[in-house]
């Protein structure tokens, strides 16, 4: 499949720089199913019908400490592969990858370029096994084969690090060996593979010594009081954000824990965030551990393929209890099609969970739910139980994309719902590195973007122009320096102010960069009624006309993903 294009077109396509080409595809690709399906099956027909070679050992790595074209190369291609759902194919060209390791008696140090990309490869195999999974393939011996393969490259490549001499290598794979033995229990129940923690030198149960510091504002949840800032993990679904090892993550989320940040939101498609905080979580003092929440999410994305049983339901709840290593104190229900009525009574059977099984879930909440469905859930909840039974909906909500103020508000007040919020730092724009600076290229080479910052750009352009943009920060920035904090802390305790607002989410680059402290200074202040009224001048429009076309363009809260595919 090559299609057809005029002499024009075809004159582009041949002569655009490549980033033109990516932010073009980018575009396409948004209109929905009609031109996102026709490009992922082009490229994985391409990749088919070539079948990549395997680059031989000694060229991936030539050198010690060298990050060679080759390399860099081989694992671009990988990352195609799974991504265009030929997340099994992708397992062969992952474990040569790894066993040419040893193969090539390859060696690097800390911090160098080669150590960063292999950081990356191991983000990388994380993200190719939540693809596995989510792609469901039979689960025969040839699969069952290559994973252990796979788990055995990866333990042997362990194996190498240590014994390696001069001195040994920091081995980075631990995520990696820890997400293909999780995916091999999950296939193959009676196959055994040793958790790479029960490794830890740290004392019999890898004890960690930390302390939990006191939330400067709380809001209650339910039965819980927690803090007005939580976690967010959604940077751990891919290395694009950058990849820390396991050592780092650790160390990252002690310190956001002694700094009162004892909230984490993550969900079962968030690449291997649940594994992360749940073996994090259960090497907590006991103390410390009774005073930090895990909230995670079960997403449906497509058709269930039979009736809502007692037992199903049961059993999702047990699978996220199980990649957390205890319990779940907020599961966020995610169902994509509405037209599809079950999650009516999928819902009915959790909020049940919550008394029946309180050892395994404590409170129930929405994702990405629009008005009208979560006033469906709330009503027929309360029709088939005689109370609302959920406690929250998470949802995006920014000084940009202000459409919850419209519906979601006054719902979420009316069933005595909180909301927890993403999106509210716009990927990072919401800063003062942005400010008098020119619209960014999308898929700039030279200073490249992360996923998050590439989504909110266009989050941005859909809101309004990038000079509009402009005005919006130097306002933020004005105020900021009226109370002596951040632009971006004023962005984000505006959110704080709104009603039915519990928590902002905030993305966690995971062992790569921290902001807690300058995230903490947003229970300094509280804007006055004068800021409020400059910000939201600006950012709804005179006459809320901004935030009103933004919901006729995008539709009510998370419709915009249900438009992709």
């Known amino acids: 499949m090559v299609g057809h294009v005029n002499m024009m077109d075809d004159v582009l396509i041949s002569n655009l720089p490549p980033e033109y080409l990516r932010s073009a595809l980018r575009i396409l690709i948004a209109q929905g199913s009609t031109t996102q399906q026709p490009f992922v099956q082009h490229i994985r027909e391409r990749l088919l019908d070539s079948n990549p070679e395997f680059t031989p050992p000694k060229v991936l790595f030539t050198a010690d400490d060298v990050l060679t074209t080759s390399c860099t190369r081989y694992l671009a291609l990988t990352r195609c592969i799974f991504s265009s759902k030929l997340a099994q194919k992708s397992l062969s060209y992952l474990d040569h990858f790894i066993s040419s390791i040893p193969d090539a008696c390859a060696s690097w140090t800390v911090g160098s370029d080669l150590h960063k990309a292999l950081e990356a490869f191991a983000g990388d195999i994380v993200q190719a096994i939540q693809a596995l999974k989510e792609t469901n393939p039979p689960k025969d011996e040839i699969l069952e084969s290559q994973l252990i393969k796979l788990h055995s490259s990866l333990q042997e490549c362990r194996q190498y690090c240590e014994a390696h001499e001069p ?39 890898g004890q960690l010594d930390i302390s939990a510091g006191q939330a ?28 820390g090892s396991a050592d780092s993550q650790d160390a990252a989320l002690g310190q956001l824990i002694r700094a009162g940040f004892t909230a984490a939101d993550m969900a079962d498609h968030y690449g291997d965030a649940e594994l992360v905080y749940g073996q994090f979580r259960n090497r907590l003092p006991p103390q410390v551990k009774n005073t930090v929440f895990a909230a995670t999410k079960w997403c449906v994305f497509g058709s269930i393929g039979g009736e809502v049983t007692d037992e199903w339901v049961l059993g999702a709840v047990k699978e996220r209890c199980r990649r957390l290593g205890g319990r779940v104190e907020l599961l966020q229900f995610h169902w994509h099609n509405y037209a599809a009525k079950e999650y009516l009574d999928v819902l009915v059977k959790l909020v049940s969970l919550t008394k029946t099984h309180p050892e395994l879930v404590s409170t129930i909440g929405l994702c990405n739910f629009d008005s009208a469905h979560t006033r469906e859930a709330c009503e027929y909840l309360l029709s088939k139980t005689g109370s609302v039974g959920i ?8 000084v940009v994309d202000s459409r919850p103020l419209l519906e979601m508000c006054g719902v979420s ?22 400010l008098e600076q020119p619209l960014p290229e999308m898929y700039d080479p030279t200073s490249p973007l992360t996923p998050s910052q590439r989504k909110y750009l266009g989050m941005i352009l859909d809101w309004g122009s990038w000079e509009e943009f402009q005005k919006l920060l ?37 062992g790569v960069t921290t902001h807690d402290q300058d995230n903490l200074a947003v ?28 919901f006729e363009s995008l539709g009510d809260c998370g419709n915009e993903y249900r438009k992709m595919h």
């Open 167 to 205: 001195r040994a290598l920091e081995y980075p794979f631990q995520r990696s060996e820890r997400q293909v033995a999780d995916v091999l229990h999950i296939f193959y129940p009676s196959h055994s593979t040793k958790p790479i923690s029960d490794t830890s030198d740290d004392g019999p149960a």
């Open 391 to 398: 406690v929250s909906n998470q949802i995006q909500f920014s």
């Open 523 to 550: 229970f300094n202040f509280k804007l006055d009624e004068e800021d409020i009224e400059a910000i939201d001048y600006i950012a709804l429009g005179e006459k809320n006309e901004k935030v009103v076309a933004l």
């Open 413 to 434: 007040a009316e069933f005595g719902l909180q909301l927890l919020t993403y999106g509210s730092f716009c990927g990072g724009f919401l800063s003062s590195r942005w």
């Open 216 to 243: 400067a504002e709380t809001f209650a949840l339910g039965p819980f009081q927690l803090p007005r800032l939580f976690n967010g993990f959604w940077q751990l679904s891919s290395p694009a954000w950058g990849a």
């Open 474 to 510: 130097s306002k933020l920035s004005s105020i900021a320096d009226k109370h002596h904090v951040t632009l971006t802390n004023v962005a984000i305790r505006w959110v704080l102010q709104k009603p039915q607002v519990g928590a902002v989410i905030v993305g966690t680059r995971l």
